[in-house]
């Protein structure tokens, strides 16, 4: 079994700074990516950030320059920096990861998401 837990979402003032951090435990041999997806009420869920294993981000055009995503591989955290942050920013935002769960079978990799964390963006 693999948990995915977030921390880190609250509310924010626009132009400061927040960071989400998600750790992943139980079954995992190697985490092939590590990232972040938001969902606004009435729309639907989109790609925010994600990071592969030989360090190689993707991000949305609407986040580049401002969102930072890091991962710790020792540690199995992927964590979000979000500076400047706007109001279309508000969402739920989810962690995902692609996981490798058995040191034999390694091109089997699983989709995981945790739970969400709600971050406001709001003066």
């Known amino acids: 079994q693999v948990q995915l837990v977030e921390s880190g979402g609250g509310l924010v003032q626009p132009g400061g700074s927040l960071i989400l951090s998600c750790a992943a435990s139980g079954s995992i041999f190697s985490i092939n990516a590590m990232g972040w997806y938001r969902q606004a009420p009435g729309k639907q869920r989109e790609l925010v950030a994600m990071?592969?294993?030989?360090?190689?981000?993707n991000y949305a055009d609407s986040v580049k320059g401002r969102f930072t995503v890091s991962r710790d591989n020792a540690k199995n955290t992927v964590n979000l920096q979000m500076n400047n942050p706007k109001p279309e920013d508000t969402a739920v935002y989810y962690c995902h990861e692609k996981v490798v769960r058995s040191p034999v079978i390694t091109l089997a990799a699983y989709d995981y998401w945790g739970q969400g964390t709600q971050v406001t963006v709001s003066s």
């Open positions: 990071v592969a294993r030989s360090g190689t981000t």
